[in-house]
């Protein structure tokens, strides 16, 4: 401290790793007591895990240490990280990225002398900065993360992780499932996680793909539980004491308690020779030990009465769900029966349904229970599943429900079949379950597509449902299904779906109109193809057409429709027009308009039937011959954002019909937002758009994009002048504020260019980027 009051902070940058390690040393007990000038001189020289203990007394100095981790990371990182604009803590975005990087070896703490102390653990003190996590390769990440070290880490992660991605998967052994099994139960079930992300994933390890998904909807397989983990986890053994407490005293209450039995053949006791038939055995009603009796053939069927037999002798909760029902044993109070299709087991369902209505309580909850049908396929040198001939790929989980709605029903594309393996009963417990899933680029075959499906179905805590790029095709009306099931449930909470691939299997809008009929509650719908189908006619037998689905009125308020070059026919789009009464944005993209006529009605439709609609997109769309339509669309009073992205609208317009536009626009004070990228508009017609903001305009444009419209220099200032006088003429009052010029020729004169932006700034923000336009024709004339 004497040394920096008589030199100053800047003699301290000179001191070798050695001596600033021994003066922090001396300096730990006071440095945060250290008045706010001083203070600010040390920061630079701390190491990670000081500038971490000082950062309150930083603030309470009034001290911002955004550029100590700033710099920080240009010298750690060596990297610029993406959407740099918009990081607001450089702090949790360096301690972030170093935990991952550590994590996965990509950094050496021992590089840089500030990143290494010997009271600095690297991925202990930073995990509790990490709210996204993504795990690749080998899943290395998650064998490090459930080491026996590394328990508070993983605590620190389950209270502070909300997404967790996994990339570019590979296929895994045993024991680096059961770490990510371990992982994910804390982290979802007993954490915070809310995203879970798949990126990149060309052939998918299928069991590991059903792992993901499955307990990203909050199952809990028993099965895993025995494969992978030798008990329970404390929280699960703390909740299901509790659990158990509270069902006893219920049971209490109603007065249902009674000896538990089981049977095999007549009614003959007898004790479950191995781990997993004590596990299949589900105490209570016989159908369930029926459904166990069938699917398990490589052990000893398990035989009961049925349940109107032996409901006064079995201590049973039974508990009402979507088209079944379940029962509870007081030692595995939290698991959920399954059952199999109704086709293969109608009769033990009946019978299970005649249970239901004779011994229901009056609390019976909907929520408590859900009942599923598990079909797993054996697993590389496991004692509980039987052996069968199989590679890697042949190891799948096959789920399948019979409550209603919730199958594939067998369309094209969806056939119904079991997986390789020995099928076997499986209870699971119920857990918590994320509310976001993405799926990018993994491809999902007609077997996971079920498996999918039937997790959807009943996957009420889920807002957000992403499916990019899944080769789909036919399998579509596995989701479909899924969703009408879905739709049945009062708690749930799906508002978001997107849709895109590379093939379409049926016209986007008939896509539109299939996914609201089968699930009105959505609030954003995204629907987008590259490429039209090959195969022309290949739809699902019985999937619907258009025509013939009926669309209740939806709560649509966001729609986008990517068309694979698709004909624009209004008479498929208006009818999910007339039923979104609550529409606000709607997006078309590379729609082919067959005539005047068709756009018109479309107009027509938005005027009449959705008054609440606020923005209007055509991206890629040919309106050079619909001039009239566009002059319609800007007098609209309601519109306030409008969008005509390389739409050519100047392509072969006269200059009457940009005067009628810029009149248009001065008499229209509702619209807030005009973009106009690609259209060529050139200088001259830039510059004319500047009588827009003229003293004579009640225009309230505030935002106007003209990037990607061959605009020069010379023609920018024109129109920066222009700008600037009508300003003044209005006492220099505007409400005008954003300028978009990105992908401009500004590169052809940078003295002029570099004028009209500086005078620009001074009217509004100016977005531009720099580019070479000499590069980008080149480029174009390569690819003609």
Not at 289 to 302: D, E, F, G, K
Not at 562 to 567: A, G, K, T, W
Not at 592 to 606: I, R, V
Request: charged letters at 20%.
């Amino acid at each position: 401290r004497g040394a920096m009051a008589a030199e100053g902070p800047r003699s301290l940058f000179v001191l070798s790793a050695a001596a600033v390690s021994r003066s922090m040393a001396a300096l730990e007990q006071d440095v945060w007591a250290l008045p706010g000038g001083l203070l600010q001189g040390v920061l630079p020289l701390l190491t990670v895990f000081h500038l971490e203990r000082a950062e309150a007394a930083a603030q309470r100095a009034g001290l911002s240490t955004q550029p100590i981790w700033r710099k920080l990371w240009d010298d750690v990182m060596k990297t610029r990280p993406p959407n740099s604009k918009n990081i607001t803590c450089w702090r949790k975005k360096f301690l972030e990225t170093f935990f991952s990087n550590v994590l996965h070896g990509v950094l050496d703490v021992s590089s840089d002398w500030r990143l290494h102390h010997h009271h600095f653990s690297p991925l202990l003190h930073s995990s509790p900065h990490v709210s996204q996590l993504t795990l690749c390769n080998m899943l290395q990440g998650a064998v490090e993360l459930t080491a026996e070290h590394n328990q508070q880490v993983l605590e620190n992660l389950a209270g502070s992780l909300r997404v967790l991605n996994f990339q570019r998967l590979l296929s895994s052994d045993q024991s680096i499932r059961r770490s990510l099994v371990l992982l994910l139960h804390r982290l979802i079930h007993h954490g915070s996680v809310s995203q879970v992300s798949m990126y990149s994933w060309p052939v998918p390890d299928t069991v590991l793909l059903v792992l993901i998904l499955s307990m990203s909807a909050g199952f809990w397989h028993s099965g895993n539980a025995l494969m992978y983990h030798s008990s329970l986890c404390g929280l699960c053994r703390e909740d299901s004491k509790a659990q158990s407490q509270k069902l006893a005293q219920e049971r209490a209450e109603r007065g249902c308690y009674g000896e538990r039995e089981r049977s095999n053949g007549a009614n003959q006791k007898e004790s479950p020779s191995t781990p997993r038939e004590a596990d299949m055995e589900v105490n209570g009603c016989g159908a369930d030990a029926h459904l166990s009796s069938v699917l398990s053939r490589a052990s000893s069927p398990l035989h009961n009465q049925a349940c109107e037999e032996t409901s006064s002798k079995v201590p049973c909760d039974h508990t009402s769900v979507e088209g079944g029902s379940s029962c509870v044993s007081e030692q595995l109070s939290c698991h959920h029966v399954l059952r199999k299709t109704r086709r293969r087991l109608k009769s033990a369902v009946g019978r299970k349904r005649r249970c239901l209505r004779r011994s229901r309580g009056p609390h019976a909850n909907s929520e408590d229970l859900y009942d599923f049908v598990f079909t797993v396929a054996k697993e590389h040198n496991s004692g509980l599943l039987n052996k069968n001939s199989a590679t890697e790929g042949e190891n799948a989980e096959n789920w399948t429900s019979s409550s209603p709605g919730s199958l594939c029903s067998g369309h094209a594309g969806c056939k119904k079949g079991g997986s390789a393996g020995i099928f076997s009963l499986k209870a699971a417990h119920r857990f918590r379950s994320v509310s976001t899933l993405e799926l990018f680029s993994i491809p999902l075959t007609g077997e996971t597509c079920r498996i999918l499906s039937n997790l959807l179905s009943s996957w009420v805590s889920l807002e957000n449902l992403v499916l990019s790029y899944n080769g789909l095709g036919a399998n579509i009306s596995c989701i479909l299904s899924a969703l009408r099931a879905l739709a049945h449930h009062s708690d749930c909470h799906l508002h978001a779906l997107s849709v895109s691939d590379i093939f379409s299997h049926m016209p986007c809008t008939e896509l539109v109109c299939c996914i609201l009929s089968a699930f009105p509650q959505l609030h954003t719908l995204s629907v987008s193809f590259d490429l039209k189908n090959q195969l022309e006619g290949s739809r699902p037998e019985a999937n619907p057409t258009c025509s013939e689905v009926e669309i209740p009125e939806s709560c649509l308020e966001q729609l986008e429709i990517r068309f694979p070059r698709e004909p624009l026919h209004s008479s498929f789009l208006l009818p999910v027009l007339k039923a979104s009464k609550s529409l606000q944005q709607l997006s078309l993209d590379s729609a082919t308009l067959p005539s005047s006529q068709e756009l018109g009605l479309l107009l027509g439709a938005l005027k009449e039937c959705n008054p609440n609609l606020k923005k209007l997109s055509f991206h890629d769309m040919n309106l050079a011959e619909h001039q009239k339509e566009v002059l319609l669309l800007l007098q609209d009073p309601i519109l306030q954002e409008i969008t005509f992205s390389f739409c050519r609208l100047f392509e072969s317009s006269t200059t009457e019909f940009l005067l009628e536009i810029i009149n248009t626009l001065k008499r229209n004070s509702a619209l807030k937002s005009l973009k106009l990228p690609g259209n060529r508009l050139g200088n001259h017609r830039l510059v004319a758009l500047a009588d827009i903001f003229s003293e004579d305009s009640s225009s309230s444009l505030c935002q106007l994009d003209v990037s990607s419209n061959c605009i020069k220099p010379d023609g920018l200032l024109e129109f920066t002048k222009k700008l600037e006088g009508y300003i003044q003429q209005r006492g220099g009052q505007t409400q005008f504020t954003h300028l978009h010029l990105f992908q401009n020729w500004l590169d052809q004169d940078a003295e002029t260019a570099q004028e009209a932006l500086q005078r620009l700034k001074a009217v509004c923000s100016v977005v531009s980027d720099s580019w070479d336009s000499s590069q980008a024709f080149a480029d174009y004339i390569s690819v003609m």
